[in-house]
Each structure stands twice: as structure tokens, then as C-alpha cells.
């Protein structure tokens, strides 16, 4: 294949790469072949190796980020087809432009710094690093890392900054991780979560006067969590007063190329050293980064007559640099294809102009702004501070507090008072009641932000709203425009879509919050509900019932804690079937009822009401059910032992031979038993009492006791409830304009059925 099919087959498989995924694909092994292979299918073995799951993020046809891509192959291209010599002159060529209109464009011309181009900002640490280790230890050069026997260095980090990029370059020199020293900060509202300046200078005190030395501090203008901007200006002055190297990074660095006044951020030119991220904050990804360091005093050691002495004592350092050996500087140099890393910045900055570039920065400013604005008019979020113009970044949660108007229970209700609750009722000229509700705890409301989270992450990904967890403000969300624009290309209207969708969700979860704070205050003395804290699970509430008598219990067994779930399951179906909000929740051991999002509609006064309304009905019903279970089995034992009774005395009235086998039969043959009606037991459920079953065996139908069977047959409405809870030992005269049960009469069985048929024609044939 020539060049340019090569170029086509690369162009397609780029364009391929930002199709949706296939789910299924043909496998293809990556396995190398001994043999030649089409081009276009050695890139299909590269796309299977990948195995992306998702479209790459970052299409090339952006503008910067295209260009820099580019002058990488163009970079490579120029590294195989020039000499060394021609190499070197386009590195120092591309670097001292690209370096002039980069410090030109931060405004720090007039500082007598030295570029270093690198990939990773770790490179960039390890170069500062080494050019403080060179400032503060004189004999570095000669004696390498053994000068760090006598006296330790120590190189100082707030506790938000990236400690793990500190431990790895210390490794590198074969610093050991105690030099390392964690700077404390303070809460969010007290020093904005950045550095605490008079815990560095009692550390850099406390090292001096144990013989370390203080070698470095890194200043972050924006730290890696939260974007703040540490102050500059204090630190700055810790570091003069000890002779401490001050390195400066972060993102708020980039505000340095718009006309701003802040101190803290203008205060970032006063360091030693600094790092730009332009490939970042311009959007022109693949591009390096760029640390400013004090210039290097290039010194031959060859010619030194005492090489045991550096720098030489007779020898004149210029203000502002560091005396660096030249065998040393040569190892610090970059090489290969790292000296043309400037071409893709230079490449970019020709392309699209420094005036572009000063509008993408200043856009992201504008992006701050009107999300900071927008999040002020959403009840129920809570902004964390930041001093304006000092970083881009925006913090905020959800907190789940607010006002309710609500009317508290005077009197709660209780399952024996007769009376229903007793409310009070505001009056015209009274104000309705408002409860404030302070912020969910902690763990309740990191459920609710994670639930916020997943839904603004699924459907406005372009904004690059990103949740964090902080130590004590727990999870919050992140809007950092500098990262988000050049990648996202994030505009004004998709910020306006995001805090509409915002307040749309939070329309539930407000009222849920709200509803949950309101159900604790109003359940507070209830006698048969009590609510249960779950801080893992969001709702309006987890309440349990509990039924009378049973609150004191400190103990329960395992067949009353298996009731006591039934029990609760049993109320949460019958208050789904007439709010879907209710439903029985298990936890462990226990079950109980939840109460799941409700509605911006709802009546939280009135739902409460309804709940405590429908828990008196179970309470009422269960102890009618209770009662009616006792009287039915009170009426089955007095029927057994009056059945007992009865045969007992028909066996003396008939004598011991007619119960004898064989002789029994006989002895009735010849003296036939007296006619006599089945005896038997009904329970009356109208008036809970036992009756006998001989008028039911006479009339063949259920008669109500002091009724005839002309006046049974009639139909009237049931017996109220407090004639069904009866005593069935008490006796009494029912009523006789009082009607028959609706209750069906038991039929008796067809045996005793021909036997009283057979009686009652004795009975007949007697009378004739």
C-alpha cells in the first residue's frame, strides 16, 4: 500500500472508532502473524485489542485538539528524516517562541525563567524538586543523596493536594516518604479547605530546630478536590523568611491571562517556579505541559581546581539562579522526541491566536458565574463559598432542609380513648404553625445527592457535573468549566437544562425530606407507631407498629417478633391498596413500613393525619378480633363441658344395662327408651352466647334465642359490634324487636336429620 491508502485506511478506522459499539464483532486475534497482513486489518486487530466499551469522548475534528495530534506525527516525522544538529536548532528555536508568548500571554515577562516541556506533571515535580535539592544543599553535586544522612530534607503539602505525586518522585531520589510533610487545613467555611498557614510555619519551625532542612513548599492556586486557592501571599512570605523554594500549581493559574486584580491569584507570579497546563485549559488536548523554574548557573566542574567546594567561593552567582554542575544539567536535559514537544503548542498557537485562547478562559469565568447564579434560585441546595475570580470550581449539595406549615397533634391517639385525637385548628386570625427543618444527616443525605448524581451524570454528561466526597461535607458535586469546556464544549443553555432538570428532581425529594422531618415531630408520642432511622435508605419514613401492651416489653421472643412482622406487613398492604406511597420494608430481623417518595402535590399535614388514621382502624379491628377469637373459644369449652354434663346424666337416667353392649340392645328391645331430640351446641354470633340445638332440630332452621320460627324468618341488619364482643357467661334478655342474625343456619347432618323426623312422627302418631 502506497502512502496515501495508508492514510485512508487510518482516517476510516478513526471514523469507525467514534461509531456506536457493535455488541457483536466477528473476534479477530491479536496475536501477532509471522507472516504480512492488510493494513486495515492490523488495525482491526488494534481496535479488538482496545476493547472499548464506550465512544471515545474527544472527537479529532476539533480544532486545537486535531492541530496537536498532528504536530505529534509531525514531531515524529521530523525526528527520523533531520539530523541531530537540525533537531536541536528547531527544539530551541520552538521552545524560546512557544515559552515568550506563553509567559507573555500570563504576563510574567520580566522573570528570568527557564522552560521545561513535559507529559506528565509528575516530570515536572521531579524537575523543581531537583532544582530546590540543588539551591538548598550545596554539596548535592558532589556527594549525591549521602548530604540527606546528616540533615533531612522536608518538602511540604497541604492534606488536599495529590500526596501520592510527592511520594512517587521522592522515590525516585531516593527520599524516603517521612520527608514528606502533610500541612493540615481547615473546614470549608473557615479556610476555604486550603493550606492552614500557621500550622507550615510551626512545622517549618519545628524542622529547623531539630536539624532537617525545609526544602520546598508546593502552593496549589486551585487544589486538586475543591479548587481553592491557597494564600499566596502569607506563604510566600514563609518561604522568604526560611529560604524555602515556593512551587506554584493548579488550575486557577490560567485566570492570570485575564485583566484580573485578585491578590491571591496575581500572587502567584512571586514563585519559584510554576506549572501551566495550556492543553488543558485551552481545550488543545495532547499538548504538554509547561513548568517555569528559576534559571540553572551552568558550572564547569572540569576546571575547578577544588571540586570538593561548590559552588567556588570566588565565583559571582547572578541574582535569581541556581549553580547546577554541567554533568548534572546534561541529565536533566530532555532527549529523543521529547525536545520537539513545543511543536504542537507552537502549532496551536499559530493556528488559533492568544486572543482565542484568552476568550476560552474567560468563557469558563462566565460559565462560574451563571451556575452560581442559577444554583441560588433552587431551593434546598446549599453552595460552598469561594472567593470570586480565585477559582472556577463550584461546589454544592443537596441538604434536604426548608420550612413546613404543619398543625401539631395537641393530644395523640390512643387505641383505647374512645374520643378521636383532638387537633387545633388555627383560627382565621392565628398564623398557621411552621416547623424548620435543619439539614438530613449525613449519611441520608449523601443517598439522596448519590441518587441526584447518577441522574445528572446519565442525561447531562456535557456539563461535567461530577460527584466527590468530602470528609465533612460529605458527597457534593463538582462544576469545574476550565476541565469541562475543552472537552465538553459546555455552553450557557446546557447549564439553564441542567438546573431545570435539577429543580424537577428535587420537587420529590424536597417534599420527601420535608415529609420525613414532619412524620418524626408528628409520630413524637404516639402510643402504636414509632419511627425507625435507615440513614442508608432514602424515604419520607420508616415507621413501625407496635401493638398495645407491647411497647413496655423490653424483650421479645422469637414467635412475638415473628408476629410483630406479620403484623406490620399485614398494615403496609392494606395502606398500599389506598396509597401506592406505603409498602413493607424489611431490614434484618424486623419488617416495618416505608414510606417511599411522595409527590410535590402532596398534603403532608393531611397524609399524616390519613396514616394515623388508618393505623386506629387496624388497632380497633385487631382488638375485635382478638376479642371475638376469645369468646369463640370460651363458647367452644363451655359447649364441650355442658356436652360432657348432659351425657353423663342421660347414662344414670337410663341405667347401666342399656349402656352395655350386646345386653344394651336387648334391654331396649324389651323396654324401649322414652323419644328424646338430639342434643347438640350453635354459637350465636349477634349475641356471642352458646345455645342449645334443639329448636334448630325442631323448626330444621337456626332460631334466635326468645324467637319463634314465624318471626325468624325475617331478614334485619346485623348486630352492632359491641353486641358481638359479648360475654357469653352473662346473662341477659335480648331484645324483642330485635330481628334474626343474617348468619346461615347449620344444617345437620342427614343421620340425625331422618332421626328427628322419626321422633317427630311418634310424637304425632302419639297425640292422634
Excluded at 306 to 313: A, K, L, R, S, T
Excluded at 643 to 664: A, C, F, I, T
Amino acid at each position: 500500500m502506497d502512502q496515501s491508502e495508508l492514510n485512508a485506511a487510518v482516517q476510516k478506522w478513526l471514523e469507525d472508532l467514534l461509531q456506536p459499539i457493535e455488541s457483536q464483532v466477528k473476534p479477530v486475534s491479536p496475536a501477532i502473524a509471522p507472516e504480512s497482513q492488510e493494513f486495515s486489518v492490523v488495525l482491526e486487530k488494534l481496535k479488538q485489542l482496545l476493547k472499548l466499551e464506550e465512544i471515545p469522548k474527544t472527537s479529532l475534528r476539533a480544532g486545537g485538539t486535531h492541530i496537536a495530534v498532528l504536530a505529534r506525527s509531525v514531531a515524529a516525522y521530523l525526528y527520523v528524516a533531520l539530523s541531530t544538529v537540525d533537531i536541536d536548532k528547531a527544539s530551541r528555536q520552538l521552545s524560546l517562541q512557544t515559552t515568550k508568548t506563553l509567559m507573555a500571554l500570563f504576563k510574567l515577562t520580566g522573570k528570568k525563567l527557564t522552560p521545561f516541556y513535559h507529559d506528565d506533571l509528575k516530570e515536572g515535580l521531579a524537575r523543581v524538586m531537583q532544582m530546590a535539592i540543588f539551591a538548598k544543599y550545596d554539596k548535592y553535586a558532589i556527594n549525591g543523596c549521602s548530604e540527606f544522612h546528616e540533615k533531612a530534607p522536608v518538602f511540604y503539602i497541604s492534606d488536599s493536594g495529590q500526596l501520592s505525586q510527592l511520594y512517587n518522585v521522592c522515590g525516585k531520589f531516593g527520599i524516603p516518604q517521612s520527608s514528606c510533610c502533610l500541612v493540615p487545613c481547615g473546614p470549608i467555611e473557615q479556610s476555604t479547605n486550603t493550606m492552614n498557614v500557621e500550622a507550615l510555619e510551626e512545622a517549618v519551625s519545628r524542622d529547623v530546630s531539630e536539624g532537617r532542612v525545609p526544602v520546598m513548599v508546593i502552593a496549589h492556586a486551585g487544589t486538586p478536590v475543591t479548587g481553592h486557592v491557597e494564600d499566596m501571599s502569607k506563604i510566600r512570605e514563609i518561604c522568604n523568611k526560611h529560604n524555602i523554594w515556593m512551587h506554584v500549581q493548579g488550575h486557577a493559574v490560567s485566570s492570570l491571562c485575564l485583566n484580573t486584580e485578585d491578590q491571591e491569584v496575581t500572587a502567584c507570579r512571586e514563585g519559584d517556579s510554576i506549572t501551566l497546563s495550556p492543553g488543558t485549559w485551552f481545550g488543545l488536548l495532547s499538548c504538554p505541559f509547561l513548568t517555569l523554574h528559576k534559571t540553572p548557573y551552568i558550572i564547569d566542574t572540569d576546571d575547578m581546581e577544588n571540586q570538593e567546594v561548590f559552588p567556588p567561593v570566588d565565583m559571582a552567582i547572578p541574582d535569581g539562579c541556581v549553580p547546577i554542575p554541567r554533568s548534572s544539567w546534561a541529565g536533566m536535559l530532555p532527549g529523543g522526541l521529547n525536545k520537539l514537544l513545543p511543536l504542537s503548542l507552537w502549532l496551536c498557537l499559530q493556528y488559533l491566536g492568544t486572543n482565542t485562547l484568552v476568550e476560552t478562559v474567560s468563557y469558563c469565568h462566565n460559565l462560574t458565574q451563571h451556575m452560581i447564579t442559577k444554583l441560588e434560585e433552587v431551593p434546598g441546595i446549599r453552595r460552598f463559598d469561594i472567593p470570586k475570580h480565585q477559582s472556577f470550581v463550584v461546589l454544592f449539595k443537596y441538604f434536604g432542609g426548608g420550612e413546613v406549615e404543619f398543625t401539631p397533634l395537641v393530644a395523640p391517639s390512643t387505641p383505647d380513648s374512645e374520643e378521636p385525637p383532638s387537633e387545633e385548628a388555627p383560627t382565621s386570625e392565628e398564623t398557621t404553625p411552621t416547623m424548620v427543618i435543619e439539614e438530613l444527616e449525613m449519611p441520608t443525605c449523601n443517598v439522596a445527592n448519590a441518587m441526584i448524581a447518577r441522574d445528572l451524570q446519565a442525561h447531562f454528561a456535557k456539563v461535567g457535573v461530577s460527584p466527590l466526597k468530602l470528609p465533612h461535607q460529605g458527597v457534593c458535586f463538582k462544576f469545574n468549566p476550565i476541565i469541562s469546556f475543552p472537552e465538553h464544549s459546555t455552553s450557557l443553555e446546557d447549564v439553564d437544562r441542567l438546573i431545570a432538570a435539577l429543580q424537577h428532581r428535587l420537587t420529590s425529594l424536597h417534599t420527601t425530606a420535608l415529609a420525613r422531618r414532619l412524620i418524626e415531630t408528628q409520630l413524637k408520642g404516639q402510643p402504636n407507631l414509632r419511627c425507625l432511622e435507615f440513614p442508608s435508605f432514602f424515604g419520607s419514613g420508616f415507621i413501625q407498629y407496635v401493638p398495645s401492651g407491647w411497647a413496655s416489653k423490653t424483650e421479645l421472643s422469637l414467635e412475638e417478633v415473628n408476629e410483630l412482622n406479620k403484623m406490620n406487613v399485614d398494615l403496609a398492604n392494606t395502606m398500599a391498596e389506598k396509597n401506592s406511597a406505603f409498602m413493607p420494608f424489611q431490614h434484618g430481623n424486623f419488617s416495618c413500613i416505608m414510606i417511599k417518595e411522595l409527590s410535590a402535590d402532596t398534603n403532608l399535614q393531611e397524609f399524616v393525619l390519613d396514616l394515623l388514621e388508618e393505623t386506629k382502624m387496624y388497632e380497633e379491628n385487631k382488638k375485635f378480633l382478638e376479642g371475638m377469637s376469645e369468646k369463640i373459644i370460651q363458647g367452644i369449652q363451655s359447649a364441650q363441658s355442658d356436652l360432657h354434663k348432659e351425657k353423663s346424666q342421660k347414662e344414670q337416667d337410663e341405667g347401666m344395662l342399656r349402656n352395655l353392649p350386646l345386653v344394651g340392645s336387648v334391654w331396649s328391645w324389651f323396654s324401649p327408651a322414652s323419644p328424646s331430640t338430639p342434643q347438640g351446641r350453635q354459637f350465636d354470633l349477634s349475641s356471642g352466647k352458646v345455645q342449645s340445638t334443639e329448636s334448630t332440630y325442631k323448626h330444621k332452621m337456626q332460631v334466635q334465642e326468645g324467637k319463634s320460627a314465624d318471626t325468624s324468618s325475617s331478614t334485619i341488619e346485623s348486630s352492632p359490634p359491641d353486641q358481638l364482643l359479648a360475654d357469653p357467661n352473662e346473662t341477659s334478655t335480648p331484645d324483642k324487636t330485635e330481628g334474626p342474625t343474617n348468619e346461615t343456619p347449620p344444617t345437620p347432618p342427614i343421620e340425625e336429620q331422618q332421626r328427628g323426623d322419626e321422633v317427630a312422627e311418634q310424637q304425632t302418631a302419639t297425640t292422634n
